[in-house]
């Protein structure tokens, strides 16, 4: 490899470094998005804990562990820190389980309809024409399309649905809205003179949309993630709620539906205020996160005197 | 606080009761007038509105409560001895041994048009089943020859074999009324299918013979139900109780859900709530002073089911291994709160007379460790192989894994078909649970909620299952349901015996058990049958839940508590205001 090369890979990666650095500044000002990485992070820590109680004692298991002592709703106490459910099972170990869930159903629905999103826009955007005419009229007749309606067909359909496929279906409907917005970006980009000049210098169609387009347009797609992370989780809890989730699961959404279906909603608000706050915090969190990227990526949003 | 101001202030509480009252008087029109006497009008909560008020259709429990105000049959059970009783019917059937008929007496009565009801009626409502076949009726009338009516006031049935069912099945059937269906019946004849014509014939003012007449249903919002002033029993003195109603009407409110309705009878927007209470709003509702909690059996059954068609449960040892695993006491303790009769044989216990106490039991009084120790020397001893068995060379317990079936083939995951969290969650719960015991000696199960429709779709009609657990909350008293659940005949698409148990000698004594009409001969047969079914578990029976209801006692009383519940024809002839 030639010096020159090595050298450039430097220059690339103390840009996207510094890219990075200006970015992290402006987000550090914004109260919005400390207040949403904290509650974040303090999410990732209950995951990341949930894997310890099991390992304390077997009756803390969050699917088929029990009280041996206790069968009935038993409010918070030094061995359950939030009480017990319906049938003896450890409420905490409930909720850590249920964010561990939520994150994964709402980080990898969310990365898999970005993913979608900013393909299909890129494609869109770039080769415009009959290809571009007929990816967004697909786009049209899925974003008019209840996803949590479709859902809830589909499970009274096929039975109850795996929370795989849950997130595939959430992913599926997401899409369109990204893909739109990515597009736009890409029709903007196409016309710039480093496309014309890189075209110019004989670069192939799918060199100019994966180097030089596709950096362009990802800190949007990345954006847009932080949005549809939320909407996963809520259209995930509201089917679970329902209870039409996957019952192999437990998520806070599950959570809510046995508090409901056994009848303690109204008398037991250890069982039903803490899943219901974390779905609200989460979402927020992320909704935070999403506002100040906002911020760092469009210079229209930030106040006056921020610089990049 | 000036006068000028009190006077605003009065003038504008009136208005807006005026208003709320014009609201009202807009909201419902109908009630308006006819709910003059509302002191003694029965409010009674329901979870959602009927289907139908088609007789021939209405196979659902909110149909099935309000049409048995309306209809009613010609003899019905004690409440309290659950023996059947004259109730359109005058006497007794008379038997006649010769001829194989049987002869009843009906008393005069009159439908709530104000024409009488006679033999025709009888006879017709008996024609109609047996010529459109009507699912879930004709089974009872497909046996009976012919239908005579000597006079207005007896009808005769001539069988064609003696039938244990007869009493407790066809004379408890339903009538209608031959002024009101004959022209319904006669347009469905002349069409291509003469029974989807019939059960798709809207409805709109059934006329009955019951206790209350329909006035007005508004779908989705309230049906009101008037006292029937041509009701037969009322002032009649039928198994030691003077009959009403001494209440003028009921109004049923649609609440959607429970919630909603527990709420209303708190605040005693309704007197009670004909649907089960589930246990956690039990605690709540017993420091009401004004509610009082009804606790009562049902003939229920709910059970594991399993394909004895085809492999792995085709092996009666693995089928005994899983009524080895399952721990009926912790579903019931834990998952049903105790609100439930553990079920040893497949008749309920509360059914005493025909239940078997004497039928084989698994894993009695077993704990954890103990139930899989047996569970794995049933199978172990069936030939079962495993990479690493449940119990290790130190006789100490431990997770198996790769369980192989006698034949050397590894045992392929299987499915536990459960209903939806949304219909029933504690059958989805008992399933995941069953998942979890199964997994511990390494049967490789998993437990998959499926919408109920499509669950009896795959279990009875395509026959593609492995396992499912299901229950029946409305069984006969009379045992007949026996015989067809494990009949090899039965054992057809759609048909009663969903697991495809086959068995001659179960066959042999199912039939013998249904002419026969000695009770007690007929009682040791049951008997028998209920313990081959034990014996080789196509079904493990799992519980029977109690049926938990709540009344306001402030403004009425006189509930009747049978088996079923409350909300029987009994107590709607019995309540009263206080």
Redesign the interface.
Known sequence: MSGKSLDNRRVQKFHWMSRFLSGWAIFRQSFLGKIGLTLLALFALMALCSFIPPLVDPMYQP??G?DPEI???TGPSTRHWLGTD???RDLLSQLLAGARVAFMVGVSAAFMSVFLGTAIGMIAGYMGKFADTLLMRLADIIMVMPALVVLLML??????LSIWFIVFFIALFRWPGVSRVIRAQTLSLKHRPFIEAARVAGASHLRIIFRHITPNVLPLSFLYMTFQVTSAIIIEAALAF????D??TISWGMML??V?????????PYWLLPPGICISLITLSFYMLGRAMDEVLDPRLRKEGQTD | MSPTSSVTIESFLKGILCLAVAMLVLLFPGLSGTQSNAASCLKIGLPEDPRTLNIWLASDRNSRNILSQIYQPLYTRDPDTLKLVPWLAEQEPVFDAETLSYTVRIKPSKWSDGSELTSEDVAFTGRVIKDFRVPRLASRWNFIKRIETPDKHTVRFYLKEPKAIFLSRTLTTPIVQKKEWIKIVEKARGTEKPLIKLLNHKIEKPVGSGPFILKEWRQGCYLFLQKNKYFFGTGRRISGRILGPYIDSIIFKIYGT??AA?LALKKGSIDMFWWR????????LKTQKDIQIFSNEKSGLYYIGFNVRKPPFNDVNLRRAVATLIDKDFII???L?GLAIKMNSIVPPGNQFWYCPEVPRYAEGLNREERIKKAYEILRKAGYTWQLPPVNGQGKVVKGKGIRLPNGQPMEKFTI?TP????D?LR??AG??IQ?WLGMVGIPA??????IG??IQQVKGRRQFDSFILGYGRLDIDPDWVRNFFHSSNDKPRGWNMSGYKNPDFDRIAEESASILDREKRRKLIWEMQKMILQDVPYIPLYNPRLIEAVRKDKFSGWVGTLGGIGNIWSFCEVRLN
Do not use: C
Request: avoid cysteine.
């Open positions: 699917m088929a029990v069968s009935t709703v319906f049938m003896g499970a009274a359909l096929f039975g109850q329902l209870g039409f989730g019952p192999r539906q046995w409901w279906k056994t009848g303690h909603m109204f008398n037991a | 429970s919630d527990i209470i589930q246990a956690g709003y039990l605690q709540d303790s834990r998952i709160q078909l939806p969290a949304d219909y969650p989805a719960m995941m649970i979890e998993s437990a998959k909620p499926m919408a499509s669950l």
